[in-house]
């Protein structure tokens, strides 16, 4: 198929602006020409990302990294969000349809008490923290964000999971009137990841609802998203409508769409090297040298007792 021959173009060379360049051209030449007229998408709008509001009251957290910042223009123009396109520039033009009020978070599944939580009381769960986080994309880019949220932990407690509660599935929404690229088969819809329990109840991993002090921008994922720092950037779901505690291993967009190159767990791995490019090295976006990828992307201290026992090169 046409969109997924130009996506599947190595990750690894989009950092060259040259590459960057022919693949965007690829894709809106032969892809989004059509996609344009077929589904009657409307133009993109070129609006610079507009700075939102800030919330008054964060308190700093201890799981947090001291290092530079990767600029705000960077971290919310460079992304991947593909329910709104599959360039890096996409989601900040296109971002903008999404509706964030009114949104509820389901959750359900292994839980003594299921509920539907309105956005606006999650907020309120606070205080919230500011955590500035190593985070890598498994194409080969990492970034250094100071995120806004609470542990998920905090969700858990509040439904009460049951002993029976193995692993957490995570569910982006899929609304193709707000989001123009559910009704191309980029990927299995709705994005769908899923974490192991106890990975889940790390407090490293994050429910983040914005980021640089300010309101979650929504080609960043708004309004609540999942970061897991020591994971590939693909595990951390964006625009999260549905939390589910369940018995099983669930199967992860990803892990339907490329079996063979994403595996569930994802840990970053500098050691094991994706089917088509090396882990080994990584570039922060702003900076030209390439840095050496860290173990479990420089969490190993907190989170490597996680696997303990278990052989990361078939788990990748
Ligand atoms: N729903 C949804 N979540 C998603 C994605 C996506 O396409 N859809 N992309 C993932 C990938 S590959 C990465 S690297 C990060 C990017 O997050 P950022 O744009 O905030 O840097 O989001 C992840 N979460
Ligand atoms: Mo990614």
């Known amino acids: 198929m046409l969109i997924k021959t130009a996506i599947d173009i190595p990750p690894s060379e989009i950092t060259d602006p040259d590459l960057f360049a022919r693949r965007r051209h690829f894709i809106q030449g032969a892809a989004a020409s059509a996609l344009a007229s077929g589904f009657g998408l409307p133009a993109l709008a070129a609006a610079a990302p507009q700075r939102g509001e800030r919330f008054p009251d964060i308190r700093k957290s201890q ?132 974490l192991r329990i106890d990975e889940a109840m790390h407090p490293l991993t994050l429910l983040a609802v914005g980021l640089y002090g300010e309101v979650m921008p929504k080609q960043n994922g708004a309004p609540l998203r999942l970061i897991v720092p020591w994971k590939y950037g693909f595990k951390s779901a964006k625009s999260i409508v549905k939390i589910r505690f369940v018995r099983d291993m669930p199967r992860s967009s990803w892990m339907k769409s490329a079996p063979q190159e994403y595996g569930f767990y994802s840990n970053v791995n500098p050691e094991v090297p994706h089917p088509r490019w090396s882990q080994a090295q990584e570039r922060r976006l702003g900076e030209f040298l390439k840095r050496k990828t860290l173990p479990f992307n420089g969490y190993a201290e907190q989170v490597a007792a996680l696997y303990a026992g278990m052989d990361l090169r078939r788990n990748y």
């Open 63 to 194: 799981w947090t990294v001291d290092e530079k910042l990767t600029p705000y223009e960077s971290v919310t123009t460079y992304n991947n969000f593909y329910e709104f396109g599959p360039d890096k520039d996409d989601p900040a033009k296109n971002a903008h349809r999404l509706k964030t009020r009114p949104w509820t978070i389901t959750v359900e599944g292994e839980v003594k008490r299921p509920q539907t939580f309105v956005i606006e009381d999650v907020l309120k769960w606070a205080p919230l923290e500011e955590r500035i986080y190593r985070f890598r994309c498994v194409e080969g880019w990492s970034m250094v964000v100071p995120w806004i949220g609470f542990s998920f932990s905090e969700i858990a407690r509040r439904v009460e999971i049951t002993g029976n509660a193995k692993y957490v599935e995570f569910v982006s929404l899929a609304d193709a009137e707000q989001m123009p690229y559910v009704r191309v088969p980029l990927l299995d819809w709705p994005y769908v990841e899923g």
